[in-house]
């Protein structure tokens, strides 16, 4: 790239999330520099169609004038502070009350942070207080699954059961545990139905519990379904059978919806679509559409009495951030929950969603490179494997998920590759079918020239 142009000075200067360094140092970057709807443009005036709105984040597309006045009236009326304390702000306020309305069962208290990652920490730090609180301060244990991925913070890493996020940074920590992801198209036996496959695994979840020790462990991880995994979606009577283990030995469940939260499965909240009924629940990326950062969490009144009790027993909870409920964040977010309402973005999921899932499984599930296909509501994965009977996945050196992203951009689309080569697809919420159809042409080039690459 040419000397001091952006690209260039991000070699210089940049050290990216998840990348290839030594890939980057020779290729540079792609500027994306403005967006519109579903699509970005790069500083070269070249324009794709964005396939995971960002980081499964950018719901309401890249060019919502709503969130960009209200993020600008809360900087003019005030633009900081805090509820350390006891202090309070109109913003923080009124999204909290927001979230417990539209929660998916009774909820107590919402308490704020920036990421996903923060907000799982939170949580993990919630439990191992209220335990300590009440009198059981054994019960601190965590079960998490594999391919779940929870963030990056050493609790939430700790959570993610994603190998990458663990054996390079000596994680997890002690008394975090994983159960198998409940993907049946790979971690089913020959012949075993999904049903069988769902007791199988609530049966390993329960073994696991009795091996610690009930008394030992504090609560279950799950995404409803795994974004990050592999767009993941459970049998469907898998939750049932989990919770159900869970309750018998007073297991909490934590729902992360940082990626299902606000409509992307089909409903509200994942836990809608999965049948699970949360004791708490994290939320971020759609929670403000991402245009600035915040999270969620919110937790019922059996965690909240047990985090109030500390304060008398134990002393003050002492966690929380700088910028946790921070109003500019917090105004954008009540704006955006405002323009789910009154767009009735539900509706328009359950129309789009139909046709991508559908869509998706017509033109590519009998593609030569294609394994699987799978998803729900406006989340989907297509996953490509070496081999179609075997379901055997690519090996690792060949790079196959990065090729068929760079194939993808080439083609006017930003694909999102995940581990085993799956690519994910969560667009904006807003998406149209007219865009849909275009996002899956573009997809489709790209997945037929990798193909003659690969007969190569
Ligand atoms: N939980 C889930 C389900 C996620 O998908 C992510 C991020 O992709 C996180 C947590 C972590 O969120 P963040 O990257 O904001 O820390």
């Keep these: 790239p040419p000397r001091n142009s952006t690209a260039a000075r991000d070699v210089a ?83 909290s009350e927001m979230l417990i309305e539209r929660a998916p069962v009774p909820m107590s208290k919402v308490f704020f942070a920036n990421s996903g990652s923060e907000a799982n920490d939170s949580v993990i730090k919630m439990l191992w207080y209220m335990h300590n609180a009440i009198g059981k301060p054994q019960k601190k244990k965590i079960i998490g699954r594999l391919k779940g991925y929870h963030g990056i913070t050493l609790a939430a890493a700790s959570v993610t059961g994603l190998p990458n996020n663990h054996k390079l940074f000596d994680l997890p920590l002690p008394g975090f545990f994983h159960v198998s992801a409940p993907h049946h198209y790979h971690g089913a036996k020959s012949g075993e139905s999904e049903e069988d496959f769902a007791t199988r695994l609530a049966q390993e979840l329960e073994d696991l519990i009795l091996r610690e020790g009930p008394e030992t462990v504090a609560a279950f991880f799950a995404e409803p379904v795994m974004g990050a995994g592999g767009v993941i979606v459970p049998p469907a009577t898998y939750y049932e059978k989990v919770q159900a283990v869970l309750k018998r030995h007073d297991v909490l469940f934590v729902a992360d919806e940082v990626i299902c939260g606000f409509w992307r499965t089909g409903n509200y909240w994942g836990s809608q679509t999965m049948g699970i009924e949360p004791d708490i629940i994290t939320c971020a990326k759609a929670l403000s559409s991402s245009y600035l950062p915040i999270s969620a969490v919110m937790v019922n009144e059996r965690v909240f009495q047990g985090i109030a009790e500390g304060s008398s027993s134990i002393g003050t909870w002492g966690h929380g951030f700088t910028y946790s409920g921070h109003p500019v964040p917090a105004a954008v977010a009540i704006e955006t929950l405002k323009i789910y309402d009154e767009t009735d973005i539900g509706a328009h999921v359950r129309r789009i969603g139909p046709h991508l899932q559908r869509s998706l499984r017509e033109r590519f599930a009998d593609h030569p490179l294609v394994g699987e296909v799978r998803g729900v509501g406006m989340v989907a994965a297509v996953e490509l494997v070496a081999d179609r009977k075997t379901r055997a996945n690519f090996e690792p050196g060949r790079k196959i998920g990065p090729r068929l992203m760079k194939l993808g951009e080439d083609n006017g689309v930003i694909l999102r590759g995940l581990p085993g080569d799956s690519i994910a697809f969560s667009p904006p919420l807003v998406i149209t079918e007219d865009e849909v159809d275009e996002m899956l042409d573009r997809f489709g080039r790209a997945l037929d020239e990798l193909a003659v690459q690969l007969r190569r």
């Excluded at 890939?23 to 540079?28: D, F, P």
């Excluded at 790069?42 to 709105?53: L, T």
């Excluded at 719901?59 to 805090?82: S, T, W």
Aim: hydrophobic residues 35%; glycine residues 8%; charged residues 25%.
């Design 13 to 95: 200067y940049a050290l990216h999330p998840y990348t290839d360094h030594k890939a980057h140092l020779e290729k540079g970057p792609v500027v994306i520099s403005r967006g519109k709807g579903v699509r970005v443009w790069d500083d070269q005036g070249k324009e794709y169609i964005e396939s995971v709105a960002g980081l499964w984040c950018a719901a309401l597309g890249f060019d919502n004038e709503r969130l960009v006045q209200a993020a600008a009236n809360q900087m003019r009326r005030l633009p900081f502070y805090h509820g350390f304390t006891s202090k309070s702000h109109e913003p923080m306020v009124d999204l």
